[in-house]
């Protein structure tokens, strides 16, 4: 074997048992943290961007694109509301468009933990509005994911 695969494989090998490991601070704290009562929270946000990327179509042209965000979780379920708003939407010919709001994302997911492995399975519908006037609706999308992830030091995951 020469000596570059050598490094590779011992590299690989020092990266495994790192994340394999679990993070000992993180434990050490939620053993003594008490266990708190469930309760609903909430995050919301708001993103300002310089283009819109759809399906790896840019569908923005010298706009600024709004993506406000809304989550709501309780015990382990999650409920996010994101969408799409594109100041100054375009398109190829001369169309005009039928509304800013170009898209409207609901996600609903439930995470539970298992010792350092979390699962999440989860459902995404997509709802997209008509590019231009006259048009008809693009069809809905919808998706199936589920990800795995290790609460270890590099907090890997893996999504389908």
């Keep these: 074997m020469g000596n570059n695969l050598k490094k590779v494989i011992m590299t690989i090998l020092v990266l495994f048992v790192i994340t394999a490991l679990p993070a000992t601070s993180r434990a050490e704290e939620q053993k003594q943290q008490k266990p708190e009562e469930s309760k609903v929270t909430g995050e919301i946000g708001l993103s300002a961007l310089s283009a819109y990327i759809w399906r790896g179509q840019e569908l923005t042209l010298h706009s600024v694109v ?19 708003l594109d100041t100054r939407p375009y398109a190829t010919d001369d169309s005009k468009y039928a509304s800013q709001h170009t898209e409207t994302d609901y996600t609903l997911s439930y995470s539970p933990k298992f010792g350092i492995l979390q699962i999440t399975p989860g459902y995404i519908y997509y709802a997209l509005e008509a590019p231009y006037s006259g048009a008809s609706d693009p069809p809905d999308s919808q998706e199936i994911f589920l990800t795995l992830g290790l609460d270890t030091i590099l907090q890997p995951t893996l999504t389908t």
């Design 66 to 84: 709004v993506q406000p965000t809304v989550t709501v979780s309780y015990n382990g379920f999650a409920l996010n509301v994101w969408g799409n």
